[in-house]
């Protein structure tokens, strides 16, 4: 098992991706908290979790909104209560927030999207960095996406908020980087999640045709599957696999990530697979 005995923490962890996550890292023997905001998708699946767990896997779960620093705190205190160390985060909590033009939004909506994607995970970094220096070791696995890489009008808070954690992930393994801890990016691909249903209920007039048209064709032909992302976080967080690899944003469907374990120390040395400007070479 690959990640027997690790203590975890996942948030945004009640459905869809973080749901599939949770499974997975069960399945490989972790030790596993959960969080999200909606207290009955929670407490279904732990009910789930627990069926698939194996005799003496421990399990935890607890609703916080980790736009709230306070609330953080409370889940902090709480897993350090249960478990003497973290050896993986996963952020996952994020939503798509207010959908159309920008002059059109609210922007405490807009405001709220941008800290839960962006600083609900930030602060959970900030607040566990001394403890993973400490500990010499850790993982820290966040869940990015298109919006990161690539213009999204009509949704600017989601896709800002998206940039800004990946830019921040990558400065923050820098400063891990002489700790034996890692901190990277999955885009998971186009997921059948409840963002999708969202972006399809609003319409192409809210999110735009061409976005529109993408997902409603994913809807046809079939989204991208969990198992992927499932599988590269699992492969991050294990210790053994993907060890080395910090500062980069893998994407679980179109990287060839699998062949990245022998590559580790050149990749880490490269701007490839981060957020960087392609500039012109200069003339000899």
């Known amino acids: 098992m690959l990640l027997h005995k690790k203590k975890v923490l996942i ?8 749901k599939e996550i949770a499974k997975g890292f069960i399945l490989e023997g972790a030790d596993i908290f959960i969080c999200s905001r909606s207290i009955d998708n929670l407490k279904n699946t732990f009910l789930e ?11 935890y779960y607890k609703s916080i909104d980790v736009s709230n620093p306070d ?3 409370d889940l902090l205190n709480e897993f350090f209560n249960k478990f003497n160390r973290i050896d993986v985060l996963v952020n996952n909590a994020g939503i798509l927030g207010p959908k159309g033009p920008l002059e059109n939004a609210n922007w ?18 900030f607040k566990l960095i001394k403890r993973f220096k400490q500990q010499n070791n850790g993982c820290i ?5 298109g919006g990161a890489t690539s213009p999204f009008p009509y949704m600017t808070a989601y896709a800002s908020s998206k940039a800004a954690i990946v830019r921040f992930i990558e400065s923050v393994s820098i ?11 999955i885009s998971p691909g186009a997921l059948d999640t409840r ?9 192409p007039d809210a999110v735009g045709k061409e976005y529109y048209d993408k997902i409603f064709e994913f809807k046809k032909k079939g989204f991208s599957p969990f198992h992927k992302a499932v599988s590269l976080a699992i492969n991050l967080a294990c210790g053994t696999k993907l060890q080395k690899l910090s500062g980069k ?6 990287d060839n990530w699998r062949d990245f374990e022998n590559n580790q120390d050149d990749l880490n040395n490269s701007e490839i697979y981060t957020l960087r400007r392609v500039t012109e070479k200069k003339k000899q």
């Open 71 to 73: 609330e953080v705190n």
């Open 175 to 185: 400063e891990l980087s002489s700790y034996n801890v890692t901190a990277n990016c």
């Open 195 to 203: 963002m999708q249903k969202e972006v399809l209920e609003a319409g």
């Open 108 to 125: 405490e909506e807009w405001l709220y999207a941008f800290n839960i994607n962006f600083a609900g995970s930030a602060y959970l970094i």
């Open 49 to 59: 979790l627990k069926k698939l767990a194996s005799q003496g896997q421990q399990i």
């Open 141 to 145: 696995i966040q869940i990015s996406g």
């Open 249 to 254: 944003l893998i994407s679980a469907i179109w």
């Open 11 to 18: 948030t945004g962890a009640s459905q869809g991706l973080g």
